[in-house]
């Protein structure tokens, strides 16, 4: 692993903080499935979230490019989206459930 890779693995770390038993968990939700940006079917988030699980089960040594340009979409989103955070209570929003979807969830 190179260093910009371990940079990537690093802030994916920092940005995904749900285990893969509580991601996929969440994916089965219908809280889940109700937020995001898709064409009919499953929405980016979701799908990006079955693939955050595989990542987290995978040994660093295991991962691909392919694995590491996910991991950086995973951290640039999770920065954008904390940036845009609502006032008040968001504990029941699609803010958070959007987040979630990607790994991430604001109030743990």
């Known amino acids: ?13 920092e940005a995904v903080n749900m285990t893969p038993k509580e991601l996929e968990e969440w994916l089965e939700t ?3 499935k109700s937020v995001g940006q898709s064409e009919g079917g499953e929405s980016t988030g979701h799908r990006s979230g079955r693939r955050i699980v595989e990542l987290l089960r995978t040994r660093k040594g295991d991962l691909t490019d392919d694995d590491f340009d996910h991991m ?24 958070r459930y959007s987040l979630m979807n990607w790994g991430h969830d604001p109030l743990k």
């Not at 692993?1 to 770390?13: A, H, I, K, L, P």
């Not at 995973?74 to 920065?79: H, L, S």
């Open 1 to 13: 692993m190179n260093e910009d890779d371990e940079e990537t693995r690093d802030g994916f770390d």
């Open 30 to 32: 219908e809280e889940s």
């Open 72 to 95: 950086r979409k995973v951290n640039g989103y999770v920065k954008r989206h904390l940036a845009q955070r609502p006032d008040g209570d968001v504990t029941d929003t699609r803010w």
